[in-house]
Every structure is written in structure tokens, then in C-alpha cells.
């Protein structure tokens, strides 16, 4: 039988101890080729020691814990955000609608200051006409609370006729220059009769008497007082405007 040389590689006899082409110690290759036994290190010949469970469960729980304190913490977040925003829309809305209304009183009450500025331009002159004059005295009496002449200030038709009726004009204690106005709402006076005489010098005789007045009676008259003081009175309240505006509704009766 037959070998290879390990080292240079040619058949040689089996029996042989030495390489005759390169020498080589076929005892070396023996002695290499030998297993031992490795020894065990202490380290591999520890046993494991398993882990335990209970610290994996703890870090587990631990870990719960931080999550739901981090849930927690972001939901009262949330809940206080929601609840400012909230607030925060509501002050803005009442902001707003505090706004629109100090807005909505500025402009009436501009509005209001610009009526009354009309009003309080609107004067009546010592000159006025008749249907200024019927006008006039049934405000003035109204608002000096001489009864019955309230209602006529409301009338959409303020009759005054002209009447120089001897049983009516006997019956009064200043007749003026012999004429007597009587003032109806379209022909009524209620249970009153509205008159009132002009005299010479322009005062105003205001009357009110009973519609079933007693004509051998002398009646008084309730308001007696200048033309001009009777103006000046209505210019100084502010009623000008509305004399002007019933002015329209005078119809005289001849």
C-alpha cells in the first residue's frame, strides 16, 4: 500500500516513517492528528439561570402605569384646552354682541338726538293763520289738562267752526271780537262744548263748557293769556313739530 506526503504531495510507501523526496516526520503528523479532550470551562459549565418572571411583569406594569398617567395627563389637557377655547369663544361672542349693541344704542340714540335737533329747530311765529292758531290752542289746552280738548290732539279731523251764534256768544264772559271757534273731532266733542275767542289785542280765551251748556248762563273761560305767551309756551316745550303736524288735519267751517 501507498501514502501521500502531506507535504510534498507524492506517493511514498505506507509503511514509511520519513518523506525520501522532502524528509518530512510522518510521527509529527500523528502527534497533530491526536484529538484531546478540550476542558470545559467553568463558565460554560454554570448552569443558566432562568430570569425571572416577576421582574418582567413589573416592567410591564410600570410600563401600564407611565401609559395611562400619560393618557391621563393628555385628556385634562384636552379638557382644559376645550373648556378656555370655549371660553374664550363665549367672551368673544359676548364681546361681539356687547359691541353690537353699544354700536345699535350709539346710532338710535344719534338718531334719536337728530330727531329731537329737527324738533327743537321747528319754532311757531307770532304771525300764524288760523289753521296754525285752531292747531295751537287745542295742543296748549290739551297739555294744560283744560278737559276735553286731550282727545281732539288725536283727531285725524279737527273741525273749527266759525260761529257767532248770539245763545252761544251771550254765554260767554269774554265773546272777543264777536266770533267763536269751536273745535269738534269731525262734529264731536264728547260731553263737552270746545270754544275759544280771539280779542283784540290777541289774547286767547280758552273755553270749556258743557255740551248741554245753559245759555242764560255766563261761563269763564278755563286759560286766558296773551297769543304771543301761548306761542313762546309751545316753543319752549317743544311742540312745535307736533302743532305743525295737526295743523294738517284743521278743517274750518265758515
Known amino acids: 500500500m501507498e ?7 507524492k ?18 503528523r500523528n502527534n497533530n492528528q491526536s484529538i484531546s479532550t478540550p476542558k470545559v470551562s467553568r463558565e460554560q459549565a454554570k448552569p443558566v439561570k432562568k430570569k425571572r418572571k416577576g421582574k418582567t411583569g413589573i416592567l410591564v406594569i410600570s410600563l401600564l402605569v407611565v401609559l395611562a398617567a400619560a393618557g391621563g395627563g393628555y385628556y385634562y389637557w384636552n379638557q382644559n384646552s376645550s373648556q ?7 367672551k368673544s361672542s359676548s364681546n361681539s354682541t356687547s359691541h353690537r349693541q353699544a354700536s345699535q344704542h350709539s346710532t338710535q340714540k344719534s338718531e334719536s338726538s337728530s330727531s329731537d335737533d329737527s324738533v327743537e329747530e321747528v319754532k311757531l311765529s ?8 285752531a292747531a295751537a290752542v287745542t295742543y296748549f289746552a290739551a297739555k294744560n289738562d283744560i278737559d276735553g280738548w286731550k282727545s281732539m290732539t288725536n283727531s285725524n279731523d279737527l273741525k273749527v267752526d266759525l260761529s257767532t ?26 260731553d263737552r ?14 273755553y270749556s263748557l258743557p255740551s248741554d251748556y245753559d245759555p242764560d ?9 296773551p297769543k304771543a305767551d301761548m306761542i313762546e309756551s309751545i ?16 278743517t274750518i267751517n265758515q
Request: glycine content about 6%.
Open 165 to 190: 251764534d248770539d245763545d252761544l256768544l251771550n254765554s260767554l264772559s269774554a265773546t272777543g271780537q264777536g266770533m267763536a271757534y269751536v273745535i269738534s273731532d269731525d262734529g264731536n266733542s264728547g
Open 217 to 225: 248762563s255766563t261761563y269763564q273761560p278755563v286759560k286766558s293769556l
Open 84 to 90: 378656555t377655547q370655549a371660553s374664550q369663544s363665549t
Open 3 to 9: 501514502k501521500f506526503c502531506p507535504k510534498c504531495g
Open 235 to 250: 316753543n319752549d316745550h317743544h311742540y312745535a313739530f307736533a302743532v305743525k303736524k295737526l295743523q294738517d288735519k284743521v
Open 11 to 28: 506517493k511514498i510507501s505506507a509503511t514509511a516513517k520519513f518523506c525520501p523526496h522532502c524528509g518530512y516526520n510522518f510521527a509529527l
Open 193 to 206: 262744548k270746545l270754544v275759544y275767542t280771539i280779542d283784540k289785542d290777541d289774547t286767547i280765551n280758552i
Open 126 to 133: 307770532n304771525d300764524i293763520g288760523p289753521k296754525e292758531s
